[in-house]
T-cell receptor, first 112, second 114 residues
Framework: ETGVTQSPTHLIKTRGQQVTLRCSSQ?????VSWYQQALGQGPQFIFQ???????GRGNFPPRFSGLQFPNYSSELNVNALELDDSALYLC???????????FGPGTRLTVL | QKEVEQNSGPLSVPEGAIASLNCTYS??????FFWYRQYSGKSPELIMS????GDKEDGRFTAQLNKASQYVSLLIRDSQPSDSATYLC??????????????FGTGTRLQVTL
């Protein structure tokens, strides 16, 4: 059974650029949730995708957007990057919307 | 008041001792509670989940939940140096069939000393 994978591992961007992060869910899981973890903080919920539909959103601006594909993999897109977007971006997959969430290794984004 | 509160630590315990990690939450409607372990530079790893009042044991780990006091704890028996990590408490509010987000505390850093 393959676990949750994310790509890329690290990314460096400059302010104003756009970035796309990718996540493959664990086999059999149809729900993906994205979190942002700043240094020294707990993960903050960005949004959740269930069967290709956004299924709830945290307190993040519209420049954070996402997609889920028919194979349940997912993308997180961030436009107009700001310095404060520098963080570890975590994807978690679950069996369904209410199941336990298992995290991927994360993507560390640095915005200069 | 923060939604999920944890003492940031570090909590230092000698090898072989019991480590006790605590978490309080503000949403009385919360239904599901989780403990994640996060090593430095790595992603969170789920180690325990608990849904009803009382104790739940899994190997050296015991999760304790008291919904009346809005309190959840994690005990680690026979602590090992490999247990040194940050422990994140996560709470899921009452599920209404829509998004089930996890709300995390800032984590407690545990140091197990030789």
């Amino acid at each position: 059974e393959t676990g949750v994978t994310q790509s890329p591992t690290h990314l460096i961007k400059t302010r104003g650029q756009q970035v796309t992060l990718r996540c493959s869910s664990q086999s059999g899981h149809n729900t993906v949730s994205w979190y942002q973890q700043a240094l020294g903080q707990g993960p903050q919920f960005i949004f959740q995708y269930y069967r290709e539909e956004e299924n709830g959103r945290g307190n993040f601006p519209p420049r954070f957007s996402g997609l889920q594909f028919p194979n349940y993999s997912s993308e997180l897109n961030v436009n107009a990057l700001e310095l404060d977007d520098s963080a570890l971006y975590l994807c978690a997959s679950s069996l369904d919307r209410v199941g336990e969430q298992f995290f991927g290794p994360g993507t560390r984004l640095t915005v200069l | 008041q923060k939604e999920v509160e944890q003492n940031s630590g570090p909590l230092s315990v000698p090898e072989g001792a019991i480590a006790s990690l605590n978490c309080t939450y503000s949403d009385r409607g919360s239904q599901s509670f989780f403990w994640y372990r996060q090593y430095s530079g790595k992603s969170p790893e789920l180690i325990m989940s608990i849904y009803s009042n009382g104790d739940k044991e899994d190997g050296r780990f015991t999760a304790q939940l008291n919904k009346a006091s809005q309190y959840v704890s994690l005990l680690i028996r026979d602590s090992q140096p490999s247990d040194s990590a940050t422990y994140l408490c996560a709470v899921k509010p009452l599920n209404t069939g829509t998004a089930s987000k996890l709300t995390f505390g800032t984590g407690t850093r545990l140091q197990v000393t030789l």
